[in-house]
């Protein structure tokens, strides 16, 4: 079976971002980004994109814009529709990195959700109201504060039956 699965940290008021960069920084998190999407490709808007600054290693980097952006190491595609017929060529596992844009457009597709769930509020200007009443909680895991993380995190996998 294909996963489309977005994989996303988000606060404890929907925040994602703010002036297009993270709200956190949680070395942990990363670890278990990577885990997931290594090896995969990862579909993003061009903001993020930017916000990232180059190709992640490892992974077919899938960058959605309307613009022509010059960069070695990512596929540009113009439309939802192409990045997906990409990856789906790919890999059995995709994953949708962001950002706020991109979530939402992709929500009729995904079977998966992989949530960071940090805990705390932030000024944000980029949000998403997950829609998760269509799945089940399959995996929780806490992640306590400490010298490394300023924030308490939970690791949620969700699935649609
Ligand atoms: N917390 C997290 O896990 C997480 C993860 C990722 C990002 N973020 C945050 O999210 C924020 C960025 O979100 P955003 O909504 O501003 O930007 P975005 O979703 O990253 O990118 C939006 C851009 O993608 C392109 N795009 C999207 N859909 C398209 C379509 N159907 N056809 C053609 N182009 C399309 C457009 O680029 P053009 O304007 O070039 O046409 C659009 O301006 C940042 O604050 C970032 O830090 C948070």
Known sequence: MQNICAIVAIGENNEIGFENSLLWHLPDDFKW?????LGCPVIMGRKTFESIGKPLPGRLNIVISS???QQEGIELVQSIEQ???IAKSQSKDIFVI?????YKE???YYNKLIITRVLGSFKADAFWQIPLESYDLKYSLFHPIDEKHRYAMEFCVYQKP
């Not at 980004?33 to 999407?37: A, D, E, N, Q």
């Not at 962001?98 to 991109?102: A, D, E, F, L, R």
């Open 83 to 85: 990045a997906l017929q």
């Open 67 to 69: 613009k022509s952006i």
């Open 98 to 102: 962001g950002g706020q844009m991109v």
């Open 33 to 37: 980004f990577k885990k997931h999407t």
């Open 106 to 108: 992709f929500e009729d």
